[in-house]
């Protein structure tokens, strides 16, 4: 029997309309578009587009004065309208970074600003390189931070606008339509000077009218679309009472010369952004929604309201930058971003003009506090970015493994069943996952004493393997007497509040619920510690968490979330921070787990479904509740890039779809690209059937488990991968424009992803395929098959991009391609678990090297213990780069400390190099190990690949033309910890 709230929740979320002829055959699914607000609906978006449809704003913004800061760096200044009725203080400022910040903002205590801990520690404004003012306008420069690349820029008084160019290339245009508003804070509805009634626009004199007779003629009043819903607003049977009156802010941007915009998650579409002229605009609103369409421009459950341009500039002969300096004016990459650091509700037009895609924001609150991300390049505008809100820690290796989850695994006896399943059939895996079943009755930080006896015997039976446990724990607090979570609270005013100052009550999992205020830091550091084992009684060190339901999801409110007009911290309402409530939740949860192990050191791990910026620093994300078909499959690409090049780059989804029973060979595809998503992990609804791969036969289980190998023999790369975004805020999972910066015609990829710098992923998103249609990055790259690199393709090098068949049969582990000019450290040798594979002591590499045209190949390795933030102090990792040029495969490593030499993971070493591509077979190769003299070892060449990965099914390549020569060498002991260089020369 089910849950009765789970039933009531079921019956109010979703109203399909089901065909007679459905009843018998599956069950059409559908989000209810009526539960959440369209533009039309939502007042100050209404009123903001309205003000785009006119033109532009009447208010006739300007800015009255700008004058340097001194050492706080830029300018600050005042930006007043027409009538003179406000006075907003403004800055501009250039950051350390190369990033370029815009604040307006009002002299007002109901007036909210982005809070300092969202911001990563050690920003730092700086003065323009130079600042030239006269009457009408003010040039400007400052540093890109990149070589010699400088920025310039006009500020124009009035009407306000700002433009910026990069190397002399035009790249933002700020308020170029002049829809820049600020609804100014009244302290009532009597200051509000829009009348509710004005003259029909498009009314006309009668032809008979008679002045003389007649008298004057006027308009008849209509109903002022400006002035609607700005003291009070209603929708879904609730009423918004907004005290404060409006307070929305709104701007438009212009990325010039682009054609090409991404970003501005969570929606389930394109990734390339469409246009919105016609339809809905982008939403930004964190929202719970049932069985999600696609699509949409709907608001789901995470917002980061970052947006990046990728184009192809036309640079000329005399420009100011000797970067984008040449003499044929030839097309070069230019990449740039914009952050609109607002927490509110938040709506976004995306429209072509003729200078390029215009960003039309406008949120229901706050200040416009805007960051220019002058790029010029993708690695720079990620970094810009990672300057802000930062970059996400490295994770517990154990965290990259394969997760295995359902709503629900009901009892302890299932949980070790599940786990026997995957052993017996040799599925690795390293994290079992438990939904709200198992706890006492929907209580959190609590177990269900007759389902889950001994939940501590349960994790150290998980662990004894490597393994861990994961519990939901969501911020709705069952209301029940004597359940100490909800004791605590009342007692300690830790709730958010109504409207009314009275504890928030609402429906959610438990029935009758409340809800943490999280935007207190008290409250934060009381929730921290009921992660304490001595208050979350049944949990260890082997135990992590995952914060559900944290839009917050409210299942009997407007919106199913919190009201606007609730309170936090007793006056701050919730519409300001609406947003950042998850991300407050998870800055709560991530201390709590880190504070339970005082003298440990241990890493966290958390999943969050909602967000926003800088949650990267807490959390992996995934693209919330998708349905069990190939559709969502193949949307799940889009929606992963999205959030991955907005900065989280622990990004999975659903394998297998979250609602709905799958097929098996829906299923077997989506393990075969679940497995090259940063986040690795397969879930199902409580109503669907059980779907472990080991339910199985052929010849489903073997695709399935050749997926989950390769995602093993891969861990030594993917660890490298996530070390490489926490330095530097590069994604994981990576759009094809940022490796391939100048293949136009690939701007627009989303069915193809890129795991890192290494491989290109093709997933499967059909059925009955048994290949796969390929836009291939060209000019001159030269792809492997892989994992067996039996295979290669060498592209044109006057062709932006190549189409190829790849064959992609289901017996075979994903499409994937390896890109020339790669070296890729892997662990041939998976066990039951990451920290088996990895950590234990013998973990022994294969360095994959693929030649690209140069006969060239870079890479690189980073290890660490894998559980601690110890890697922070830099001396416990050992990091290596390897260089293959010239006949000779060169190493160089640094690290670690000799304390953390003699940890198991440190005695990991090289035991085997395969070089592919190679033009000829060398006659000798040797070694030579930190400058002593060269020996020879023995070693094989020919068209004959090695298996790299013995237990993965590979495909042929029928068709790619003369197979690579490969060179192996093996049986080498190479310690990455203690020997620091070492060399391989293939001789001829």
């Known amino acids: 029997t089910k849950d009765s709230n789970t039933m009531?929740?079921?019956?109010?979320?979703?109203?399909?309309?089901?065909?007679?002829?459905?009843?018998?055959?599956?069950?059409?699914?559908?989000?209810?578009?009526?539960?959440?607000?369209?533009?039309?609906?939502?007042?100050?978006?209404?009123?903001?587009?309205?003000?785009?449809?006119?033109?532009?704003?009447?208010?006739?913004?300007?800015?009255?004065?700008?004058?340097?800061a001194g050492d706080k760096g830029g300018v600050v200044g005042r930006v007043t309208n027409r009538d003179g009725t406000a006075s907003l203080p403004f800055t501009l400022a250039p950051y350390s970074s190369g990033a370029l910040r815009m604040v307006v903002t009002e002299d007002h205590p109901k007036r909210y600003k982005m809070p300092s801990e969202v911001f990563v520690s050690g920003m730092r404004a700086v003065s323009f390189t130079s600042w030239n003012a006269s009457a009408q306008q003010a040039e400007f420069s400052f540093n890109v931070g990149e070589g010699d690349v400088v920025a310039t820029g006009v500020l124009h008084y009035c009407p306000f606008s700002i433009e910026v160019s990069v190397g002399g290339?035009?790249?933002?245009?700020?308020?170029?339509?002049?829809?820049?508003?600020?609804?100014?804070?009244?302290?009532?509805?009597?200051?509000?000077?829009?009348?509710?009634?004005?003259?029909?626009?498009?009314?006309?004199?009668?032809?008979?009218?008679?002045?003389?007779?007649?008298?004057?003629?006027?308009?008849?009043?209509?109903?002022?679309?400006?002035?609607?819903?700005?003291?009070?607003?209603?929708?879904?049977?609730?009423?918004?009472?907004?005290?404060?009156?409006?307070?929305?802010?709104?701007?438009?941007?212009?990325?010039?010369?682009?054609?090409?915009?991404?970003?501005?998650?969570?929606?389930?579409?394109d990734f390339s952004l469409k246009r919105t002229t016609g339809g809905d605009p982008y939403r930004l609103y964190n929202v719970d929604v049932l069985e999600y369409d696609l699509d949409t421009p709907m608001a789901l459950y995470g917002s980061i309201p970052l947006m990046i341009s990728h184009a192809l500039a036309v640079v000329g002969e005399k420009k100011a930058?000797?970067?984008?300096?040449?003499?044929?004016?030839?097309?070069?990459?230019?990449?740039?971003?914009?952050?609109?650091?607002?927490?509110?509700?938040?709506?976004?037009?995306?429209?072509?003009?003729?200078?390029?895609?215009?960003?039309?924001?406008?949120?229901?609150?706050?200040?416009?506090?805007?960051?220019?991300?002058?790029?010029?390049?993708?690695?720079?505008?990620?970094?810009?970015?990672?300057?802000?809100?930062?970059?996400?820690?490295?994770?517990?290796?154990?965290?990259?493994?394969?997760?295995?989850?359902k709503w629900n695994y009901r009892t302890q006896a299932e949980a070790l069943e599940v786990d026997a399943g995957m052993d017996e059939n040799h599925i690795p895996y390293d994290v079992l996952w438990l939904d709200i079943e198992h706890t006492d009755g929907k209580?959190?930080?609590?177990?269900?004493?007759?389902?889950?006896?001994?939940?501590?015997?349960?994790?150290?039976?998980?662990?004894?393997?490597?393994?861990?446990?994961?519990?939901?724990?969501?911020?709705?607090?069952?209301?029940?007497?004597?359940?100490?979570?909800?004791?605590?609270?009342?007692?300690?005013?830790?709730?958010?509040?109504?409207?009314?100052?009275?504890?928030?009550?609402?429906?959610?999992?438990?029935?009758?619920?409340?809800?943490?205020?999280?935007?207190?830091?008290?409250?934060?550091?009381?929730?921290?510690?009921?992660?304490?084992?001595?208050?979350?009684?049944?949990?260890?060190?082997?135990?992590?968490?995952?914060?559900?339901?944290?839009?917050?999801?409210?299942?009997?409110?407007?919106?199913?979330?919190?009201?606007?007009?609730?309170?936090?911290?007793?006056?701050?309402e919730h519409r300001n921070v609406h947003n950042m409530y998850s991300l407050y939740m998870l800055m709560a949860s991530y201390d709590g787990l880190v504070r339970r192990n005082p003298?440990?050191?241990?890493?966290?791990?958390?999943?969050?479904?909602?967000?926003?910026?800088?949650?990267?620093?807490?959390?992996?994300?995934?693209?919330g509740d998708n349905r069990a078909e190939w559709s969502h499959l193949k949307m799940a690409q889009s929606m992963l890039l999205s959030i991955s090049v907005a900065g989280i780059p622990f990004v999975g989804s659903d394998v297998g779809g979250f609602f709905g029973n799958t097929d098996p060979e829906l299923l077997a595809r989506w393990y075969q690209v679940g497995a090259f998503y940063p986040f690795f992990r397969a879930h199902a609804h409580i109503d669907a059937k059980r779907r472990e791969p080991f339910l199985f036969g052929d010849p489903y289980l073997p695709a399935m488990r050749s997926a989950v190998l390769l995602r093993y023999v891969l861990l030594p790369y993917w660890y490298t991968t996530f070390a490489e975004h926490t330095a530097t805020g590069m994604p994981v999972m990576r759009p094809l424009w940022v490796e391939f910066p100048e293949a136009a015609p690939l701007f627009d990829e989303q069915s193809e992803f890129l795991a890192g710098p290494a491989f290109l992923v093709c997933p499967v998103t059909e059925s009955g395929l048994q290949a796969v249609r390929v836009r291939l990055p060209a000019s001159g790259a030269v792809w492997y098959a892989f994992p067996s690199l039996s295979a290669r393709r060498a592209t044109s090098a006057s062709a932006a991009s190549e189409e190829l068949i790849l064959p992609a049969p289901l017996n075979y582990a994903p499409a994937v391609l390896m890109r020339g000019g790669m070296v890729v450290p892997l662990a041939t040798r998976p066990r039951r678990s990451a920290n088996a594979t990895v950590l234990a002591g013998d973990l022994r590499l294969t360095l994959a090297a693929a030649l690209d045209e140069r006969q060239r190949a870079r890479g690189a390795l980073y290890l660490d213990d894998g559980r601690t933030f110890a890697y922070r102090a830099g001396a416990a990792a050992a990091r290596c780069g390897f260089d293959v040029r010239a006949g000779e495969v060169h190493a160089e490593c640094e690290g670690p400390s000799a304390e953390a030499a003699d940890e198991p993971w440190a005695r990991a070493a090289v035991e085997r190099v395969v070089v592919a591509g190679v033009a000829q077979c060398p006659r000798r190769v040797t070694l030579s190990e930190a400058g002593a003299e060269a020996k020879p070892v023995e070693f094989t060449c020919g068209a004959n690949a090695p298996a790299i990965a013995a237990a993965v099914e590979l495909p042929a390549h029928a068709g790619w033309g003369k197979a690579p020569l490969v060179v192996e060498v093996g049986h080498l002991n190479l310690h990455v910890a203690t020997l620091h260089e070492w060399s391989l020369q293939l001789e001829q």
Request: aromatic share 12%; hydrophobic share 40%; charged share 20%.
């Open 8 to 68: 009531v929740w079921r019956r109010q979320r979703c109203a399909c309309v089901l065909a007679a002829v459905a009843c018998c055959a599956a069950l059409a699914a559908c989000a209810d578009h009526s539960r959440w607000k369209t533009c039309e609906q939502s007042a100050f978006c209404r009123r903001n587009r309205a003000l785009a449809a006119a033109g532009g704003s009447a208010e006739g913004w300007c800015v009255a004065s700008a004058l340097p």
């Open 169 to 269: 290339l035009p790249v933002f245009h700020v308020n170029a339509r002049g829809l820049f508003n600020f609804e100014h804070t009244r302290t009532s509805q009597a200051q509000d000077s829009v009348p509710a009634k004005i003259p029909d626009p498009s009314a006309s004199k009668p032809p008979m009218w008679d002045d003389a007779e007649d008298g004057a003629w006027t308009a008849p009043e209509i109903d002022n679309p400006f002035s609607q819903g700005r003291w009070g607003d209603s929708f879904g049977g609730s009423r918004d009472s907004m005290p404060n009156g409006p307070q929305d802010v709104a701007l438009d941007i212009t990325f010039v010369g682009s054609s090409n915009v991404y970003g501005i998650p969570e929606h389930a579409n």
């Open 321 to 405: 930058s000797s970067w984008w300096s040449n003499s044929g004016g030839e097309r070069r990459p230019l990449t740039s971003a914009l952050l609109w650091l607002n927490p509110s509700e938040t709506w976004v037009d995306v429209a072509d003009t003729t200078l390029g895609v215009s960003s039309h924001w406008a949120s229901a609150t706050g200040s416009i506090d805007v960051w220019l991300l002058p790029g010029p390049t993708p690695a720079r505008v990620f970094a810009q970015h990672a300057a802000i809100t930062g970059t996400a820690p490295l994770p517990p290796l154990f965290a990259l493994g394969y997760h295995q989850c």
């Open 443 to 572: 209580k959190y930080f609590t177990w269900d004493s007759r389902k889950f006896p001994n939940p501590i015997r349960l994790q150290e039976e998980l662990h004894g393997k490597g393994r861990h446990l994961v519990t939901v724990v969501d911020p709705h607090i069952k209301k029940e007497d004597g359940y100490y979570v909800h004791e605590l609270a009342l007692k300690e005013d830790l709730y958010v509040k109504d409207k009314d100052g009275n504890v928030f009550e609402g429906d959610c999992w438990p029935g009758r619920s409340c809800w943490f205020d999280f935007v207190n830091p008290a409250v934060r550091k009381t929730w921290s510690k009921l992660y304490s084992y001595n208050q979350y009684q049944g949990s260890t060190p082997s135990l992590f968490t995952w914060n559900d339901m944290n839009e917050p999801a409210v299942l009997d409110s407007a919106e199913a979330t919190m009201p606007n007009d609730a309170l936090h911290m007793s006056s701050l």
């Open 599 to 623: 003298n440990a050191d241990l890493r966290p791990f958390i999943l969050s479904r909602s967000f926003f910026d800088g949650a990267q620093r807490y959390a992996a994300v995934w693209n």
